[in-house]
């Protein structure tokens, strides 16, 4: 969504006329449509913001972001206020729906994270013991067994698990992470990871 809306910017200049535009889940404003080219003046990202009616002008919008940001708006009317409010409301509300998800699936990633290193310190502690048990290899073989073959396959099992830990760490930890002073409150108006070799 996009369209004029007052922007308070200081007691002196008071409410101004800024073209603003809603997209990607960030508000950006402009001086006038016209000048949009110039690049924004300012924005505020809407899934970390709170949107705050005013009790009393029926025309007036406050984005917030507590001890950050501050945007005072105006609409035109009470119809063009409630038309962004529904946009910004459903901006907010799909953000945060996305967020959701994503924590949801940071969750089972880091759970599986920790199954994993748990196997790895299980496969750490079989392979201390067969090399212990090289040591006295004459008593192994013997017994009909090959200590270099069984050390070779937990080997190649420590890999396989090393690398499925590194691919979910990968996708847990690669995913994603202009505030401005914001002048006082405006008086009330009426408005990918290396892949190890196995062992042969």
């Known amino acids: 969504m996009e369209g004029i809306l007052f922007k308070w910017t200081n007691y002196i200049s008071g409410w101004q006329p800024r073209w603003f535009v809603l997209e990607g889940g960030t508000l950006s404003y402009y001086d006038s449509q016209e000048d949009s080219w110039k690049g924004c003046k300012g924005s505020i990202k809407i899934s970390v913001c709170e949107i705050q009616v005013h009790s009393s002008d029926f025309t007036r919008v406050d984005l917030t972001i507590p001890g950050e940001q501050y945007f005072y708006l105006r609409a035109i009317n009470a119809a063009e206020r409630q038309k962004w409010l529904v946009a910004l409301g459903s901006a907010k509300a799909c953000l945060t729906d996305n967020r959701t998800k994503r924590e949801k699936e940071h969750q089972e990633n880091t759970d599986a994270l920790k199954t994993k290193m748990s196997e790895l310190r299980l496969y750490c ?31 190649t099992t420590f890999i396989k698990t090393l690398e499925e830990c590194m691919l979910i760490a990968n996708h847990t930890f690669s995913s994603d992470q202009a505030t401005k002073t914001p002048p006082g409150s405006p008086p009330v108006a009426t408005i990918k990871p290396q892949k190890v070799p196995a062992y042969a």
Do not use: H, R, W
């Open 125 to 155: 502690d079989l392979l201390l013991q067969q090399v212990n048990q090289i040591k006295d290899s004459e008593e192994t073989e013997e017994a009909g067994e090959n200590p270099g073959t069984m050390v070779k396959s937990t080997c």
